[in-house]
């Protein structure tokens, strides 16, 4: 009897024991899954915090401008139609900072008819030598009114002489440039492709690989000066331009004065330089005042368009251009208030100074005539990111035998620009 009761305690026990462990057996597999769970998640918060901290660096702006033109007659000649409706700039930037010092810039313009990629360039402050950056890929010109965002800008457009020059405001090339800490200066000095794009549809592919061999060279120095008591800041300073186009096709060019020459063999470069200067008058008086203007003057030349297999009579007819210019352009701007400004720009340009009121190398649009253009503008800042311009353009062209008149080529322009 003490046997089987033994025996059936130890049965009881052995039940209870093999139980229990089960019990504890399942214990743990469910808390080792929770673990692998747990364990899971923070992989996976760690990889989010990871991206996290990526898309912090990355900051992410831009703005639209849709407009509505009216134009003169002449203008509805050409365009055949006297106003339209379009999207003049449509920007997004974006610039990432994986490190300090360190930026990266990406801005595509999706405007109407026209994408484009506008700015691609990475830039890096030089380690060691404080205020001074590398700049590669594709950007501004180092130029006052070119750098100045269209988004800020107090006319609808740069002025003509400054498009002339600087057509499609970006280059590629590599820029050095210098921000003073201590002394209030700004140097740029900025080596590119150079290649030509003027107005006629034979310029050259700008944007792309260089088309010659030779490198152009841009140089800007701006000095600040600071006058507190009386509310004033001054920046001004000198910009150079030394560089050249390649005539591949054609050794004859037209001089400014209308004389021919030639040089001794093809794939000779014809000289594009130029000198100018800057000045900006900031004074806050009066709810803020400023007056800015830029000079530039030098040789500019445009490349022959005839073939290679052109007879020498065609390559005279079709010399390249080596022209004398002279360019400037003056701001009065005036707030009134924190909502509303307003601007007159006065533009001149001459293509070709040697010769006044000359027909001399003026192309079959008048491209190569002086022009003077006054420019009244209205801005109104809705608030942060809502900007409504008025503006009314008023050009006036050069008369002479190809040109016996002005054009009526006036415009006027409504534009709303939304800003993030």
Do not use: C
């Amino acid at each position: 009897m003490k046997k089987l009761l033994a025996i059936g305690i130890f049965t009881v026990i052995s039940i209870y024991g093999y139980s229990q462990k089960q019990v504890i057996d399942s214990l743990k597999d469910v808390i080792e899954r929770h673990e692998g769970k747990l364990n899971a998640l923070d992989d996976r918060v760690l990889v989010n915090e990871t991206d996290l901290a990526k898309l912090n660096k990355i900051k992410v702006s831009g703005y639209i401008q849709a407009q509505w033109e009216m134009y003169g007659a002449d203008l509805e000649k050409t365009n055949g139609y006297d106003n339209t409706f379009y999207v003049r700039r449509a920007r997004i930037k974006f610039i990432y900072e994986p490190a300090s010092g360190v930026a990266f810039v990406l801005q595509p313009d999706f405007s109407t008819g026209n994408i484009v990629l506008k700015d691609a360039y990475a830039q890096i402050n030089i380690p060691k030598l404080q205020g001074w950056s590398l700049w590669a890929g594709q950007m501004n010109r180092p130029d006052y009114e070119v750098e100045y965002s269209s988004s800020q800008r107090e006319v609808m457009e740069r002025s003509r002489f400054i498009k002339a020059l600087y057509p499609g405001e970006r280059e590629i090339g590599a820029k050095l440039e210098y921000i003073g800490t201590k002394i209030p200066l700004k140097f740029q000095l900025m080596v590119m492709n150079g290649n030509y794009n003027g107005p006629t549809a034979q310029a050259a592919v700008q944007n792309a690989k260089d088309v010659d061999s030779k490198k152009d060279v841009m140089a800007r120095l701006v000095y600040s000066i600071k006058i507190p008591g009386a509310g004033i800041g001054i920046d001004l300073g000198p910009n150079f331009y030394f560089g050249g186009n390649l005539s591949k096709n054609n050794k004859y060019y037209k001089n400014s004065d209308g004389t021919l020459d030639s040089l001794k063999s093809v794939w000779k470069y014809l000289d594009k330089n130029w000198v100018g200067g800057e000045i900006q008058i900031f004074a806050d008086v009066l709810g803020g005042t400023a007056i800015k203007a830029e000079f530039a003057s030098g040789i500019n030349s445009v490349p022959s368009a005839v073939a290679a297999t052109a007879t020498m009579a065609q390559m005279k007819a079709s010399p390249s251009l080596y022209n004398n210019f002279t360019g400037y352009y003056l701001y009065f701007i005036k707030n009134f208030g924190p909502k509303n400004q307003f601007v007159v720009r006065y533009d001149y340009y001459d293509p070709n100074t040697k010769i006044p009121n000359s027909s001399f190398n003026v192309d079959a649009k008048g491209n190569n005539i002086s022009y003077k253009t006054w420019d009244l503008a209205w801005q109104y800042y809705l608030n942060d990111n809502i900007r409504i311009s008025l503006q009314y353009e008023m050009p006036k062209n050069e008369i002479n035998a190809s040109n016996p008149t002005d054009k009526k080529d006036n415009m006027f322009t409504v534009r709303v620009q939304a800003k993030f």
